[in-house]
């Protein structure tokens, strides 16, 4: 018995013992990793108006011993480190050796804990740091602290405290940390009375990752599971619709610990690039294992910066394997009843059709080969296709002869062809176009396999491909009106508009005031119809509200993305030509096969697979 020993003075000079404490959430933070220090498999963490009143830890871990339980309680005691050395390889959570007594320093603690030798437990009592109370109490074998009237005795601190419900947020946010880095425990959080999640515990992070995220979202997750470089790299990366506003959704686990990196946030970025949209970023909880020595863990009082000896090494590592997923893992993780078909969005059917904006991009490269389908583009939008925006590019016949990049892997395709792909195959030969189904679906044949191809998200890639193409080349031109919109808005939409006058001519839109609460547009951008103009600089107004002062880069790249959404329009009825000619651009131009919301473009069927679904054929 008797593990706890006092630090030595020189270690305690290399360890910059910062403030524990700071509020609810670090406090838990502390108790939970010393749970999990002791071998618990299940954590309750509860906690009563944001943890500011009440805060339980309960685990089923090894417990305290009686010979142990004071020396919990002093500050640089600790179990769990006693050699400088260790310091470069910490493997447990805790280590400072002052959690306990910080926590009880500036609140009443009750500690209720019993080890698997004996046959009664503890319950010590400890008021602002002094132990009052020491008796046996029956109890399970594990550790109960109970934290009551966090800063009782600090009312500087306690002033400090945000709100009940942003302190309950950030115990919510530590949870979901502790939870995802940890699918081997069972952790149960009650807030308020009410319990938020409980995990099973049964060790598979994806399990993990559904009580967190849903069920729903985990479905769009794309399962990471690789190695190299001496890293084995684990676990789930969300795009497209999973996307989110900031990186806080991109975690890290490293040897089960949370870290944050920017190495690691680089990586992952990188990797889904063309995947999330410009000013978005992914989801991700990806799990790594790597050697303890290979990795700087600060010794700082949140623990949480991380470096790497080998960053170049890890970054590369990281980047490859978020890469594969999302190459190769939509196509198998996929459920074979092709859920995308049955959650089409329902967007109504315009009477007349409008505009198909790929044309635009397509017209050259079709009039040298077709003339005659080239002089049949449909002008039935006030739609003038500037010239500047044609894109010249080979003729598709000598593209064809280069290696096509990686990512239209037909081998994926074949193998699991019956399942809903967003692999798109490297066709080399035309497609046998049937039509539009719903007006959204293009059916068509390719070899042995029946493409469905979702119009809009077609579209919709090929868009903000050329969107964001110019806007890398600065080439944003706007097509001028025969008679300006005019537009009644509010004087402080007028005054926004006046104010951000550059960034809308940066992306082809002139407005101009207009008498009192007007403004009339002069341009608009050129992928706009004039149709959708108004809905537009609605759309404009309130992106430019939103986006509390940023830079003018993101200001563009926002509008630009506006006017993308504007352009694409569902259920429009396309003509043979035109749907024909979408799915051109989509394979001269080797899309990546997914709107920018991630959402695949094209679902595959084999003939085998029909055979089987008509019974033709045996499984
Ligand atoms: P540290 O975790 O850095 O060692 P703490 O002040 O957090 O310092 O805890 C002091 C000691 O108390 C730990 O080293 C451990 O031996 C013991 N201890 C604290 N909490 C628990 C628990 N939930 N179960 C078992 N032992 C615990
Ligand atoms: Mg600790």
Do not use: W
């Not at 190299?228 to 686990?253: P, W």
């Amino acid at each position: 018995m008797g593990r706890i020993r006092p630090l030595s003075e020189n270690l305690i000079g290399k360890i910059a013992a910062g403030e524990v404490v700071e509020r609810p959430a670090a406090a838990i933070k502390e108790l939970v990793e010393n749970s999990l220090d002791a071998g618990a498999t299940a954590v309750t963490v509860e906690i009563r108006e944001g943890g500011m009143d009440y805060i339980r830890v309960a685990d089923n871990g090894c417990g305290i011993d009686e010979s142990d339980i004071r020396m919990a309680f002093e500050r640089h005691a600790t179990s769990k480190i006693s050699r400088e050395q260790d310091l470069n390889a910490i493997a447990t959570l805790g280590f400072r050796g002052e959690a306990l007594a910080s926590i009880a320093a500036v609140s009443k603690v009750t500690m209720t804990t019993r080890t698997a030798e004996r046959e009664t437990g503890l319950k010590v009592t400890n008021e602002g740091g002094k132990i009052t109370d020491i008796r046996e109490t029956a109890c399970p074998v594990g550790t109960t602290v109970v934290v009551n009237d966090l800063f009782y005795n600090v009312p500087v601190r306690k002033g400090f405290m945000k709100k009940a419900g942003q302190e309950a947020a950030a115990v919510h946010e530590l949870m979901t940390q502790l939870l995802l880095s940890r699918p081997d425990i069972s952790f149960r959080y009650i807030s308020g009375g009410k319990t938020e999640f409980h995990s099973p515990g049964d060790g598979q992070s994806a399990t993990a990752l559904q009580t967190v995220y849903g069920s729903r979202a985990m479905k769009a997750m794309k399962t990471v599971d690789d190695h190299g470089n001496g890293l084995v790299i684990r676990g789930f990366v969300g795009i497209g619709e999973n996307a989110r506003g900031n990186r806080s959704q991109e975690l890290f686990f490293i040897n089960g610990r949370v870290m944050h990196s920017k190495i690691l946030n680089e990586a992952v970025e990188n990797a889904c690039r063309e995947r999330v949209m410009i000013g978005k970023f992914p989801v991700c909880a990806l799990y790594i294992t790597i050697a303890y020595e290979a990795v700087d863990v600060n010794v700082h009082p949140n623990k949480l910066e991380v470096r790497f000896r080998d960053e170049t090494g890890v970054y590369e590592a990281v980047h490859s394997a978020v890469l594969t997923a999302l190459k190769e893992r939509d196509a198998l993780e996929h459920p074979t009843e092709m859920p995308l078909v049955k959650e089409k969005e329902a967007e109504p059917a315009p009477a007349a059709p409008r505009i198909v904006v790929p044309k635009t991009d397509t017209v050259v490269s079709v009039s040298k080969t077709l003339p005659a389908e080239a002089a049949a583009v449909p002008q039935s939008a006030p739609f003038r296709p500037a010239p500047e925006f044609r894109e010249v590019r080979p003729a598709p016949a000598k593209q064809e002869e280069q290696p096509a990049p990686a990512v239209h892997s037909v081998p994926v395709m074949r193998e699991k062809a019956e399942q809903v792909s967003t692999i798109l195959p490297e066709m080399k030969k035309p497609l046998k176009v049937f039509g539009a189904l719903f007006n959204t679906f293009i059916l068509a044949e390719y070899e042995d396999q029946l493409l469905m191809i979702d119009q809009h998200a077609v579209h919709e890639r090929l868009l903000f491909d050329r969107l964001m193409k110019e806007h890398i080349n600065g080439d944003q031109a706007g097509q001028e009106l025969l008679v300006p919109i005019v537009v009644s808005v509010t004087n402080a939409e007028q005054r926004l508009l006046e104010d951000n006058r550059e960034a809308l001519e940066s992306i082809g839109m002139t407005v101009e005031s207009f008498g009192e609460r007007d403004v009339a547009v002069r341009t608009i951008p050129m992928i706009l119809g004039e149709a959708q103009a108004k809905d537009f600089i609605r759309d404009v107004i309130e992106e430019l509200q939103n986006g509390r002062d940023p830079t003018f880069e993101k200001k563009r790249t926002a509008l630009l993305q506006t006017a993308c959404k504007h352009a694409v329009k569902g259920g429009d009825a396309l003509t043979e030509d035109e749907l024909r000619d979408l799915l051109d651009t989509m394979i001269e131009k080797k899309v990546t096969p997914t709107c920018p919301h991630g959402r695949p473009l094209v679902v595959a069927i084999t003939h085998r697979e029909l055979d089987k679904k008509f019974r033709r054929i045996q499984k």
